[in-house]
Antibody, heavy 118, light 105 residues
Framework: QVQLVQSGAEVRRPGSSVKVSCQFS????????IAWVRQAPGQGLQWLGR????????NYVQKFQGKVTINADESTRTVYMDLRSLKSDDTAVYYC???????????WGQGTLVTVSS | DIQMTQSPSTLSASAGDRVTITCRAS??????LVWYQQKPGKAPNLLIY???TLQNGVPSRFSGSGSGTEFTLTISSLQPDDFATYYC????????FGQGTKVEI
């Protein structure tokens, strides 16, 4: 059974950056694809990118290339999502989730609210 | 980018109703179609993947069908626990979600 536990809510100023963590418990962390998805208040879901820890390099949706960096620490079984040059429209709940080969997200973190406000 | 369009955006129904939600892709996505349920303040919950494969533990009143560009999620007899927002998602090229369908009383 996989469990994902995310870091707590953050408040940031426009132009700054934020790093959200996602700690994995369960089998085969290194070979499990972890994806990041966000949801602005009252809005739908939006993919950001993914990483396979054993490979190390993140893979990003084109819209977020240069905006998001995803990396993984195998020693602590934690995946990080770094979001920079924050704007008010980056205010959202950010979720990590396990991505399976058939393209579905089956285990989800509890979500982390990032608020960008001056 | 592949766009996913769900209809309707909101659906009003009663317990016991048969409910159908449609998801259309802007291009052929084969069978790379997933459905999620989300309740307020919670992470989405996987219902169906590869168009019609029910995730373990999901009640059999949920079913999925379709291929190519048009897909449906059907709830055969709506239960009180099913009032939620439903999202489709494609995984053919990158990944995109539909805008969601809220099923309300």
């Amino acid at each position: 059974q996989v469990q994902l536990v995310q870091s707590g809510a953050e408040v940031r100023r426009p132009g700054s950056s934020v790093k959200v963590s996602c700690q994995f418990s369960g089998d085969n962390f290194s070979g499990t694809t972890i994806a990041w998805v966000r949801q602005a208040p009252g809005q739908g879901l939006q993919w950001l990118g993914r990483i396979i820890p054993i490979i190390g390099a993140g893979n990003y949706v084109q819209k977020f290339q240069g905006k998001v960096t995803i990396n993984a620490d195998e020693s602590t079984r934690t995946v990080y999502m770094d979001l920079r040059s924050l704007k008010s429209d980056d205010t959202a709940v950010y979720y990590c989730a396990t991505l399976r080969e058939s393209g579905y997200l089956d285990y989800w973190g509890q979500g982390t609210l990032v608020t960008v406000s001056s | 980018d592949i766009q996913m369009t769900q209809s309707p955006s909101t659906l009003s129904a009663s317990a016991g109703d048969r409910v159908t939600i449609t998801c259309r892709a802007s291009q052929n996505i084969g069978s790379w179609l997933v459905w999620y349920q989300q309740k307020p303040g919670k992470a989405p919950n996987l219902l169906i993947y590869k168009v019609s494969t029910l995730q373990n533990g999901v009640p059999s009143r949920f079913s999925g069908s379709g291929s190519g560009t048009e897909f449906t999620l059907t709830i055969s007899s709506l239960q009180p626990d099913d009032f939620a927002t439903y999202y489709c998602q494609q995984y053919h090229t990158d990944w995109t979600f539909g805008q969601g369908t809220k099923v309300e009383i």
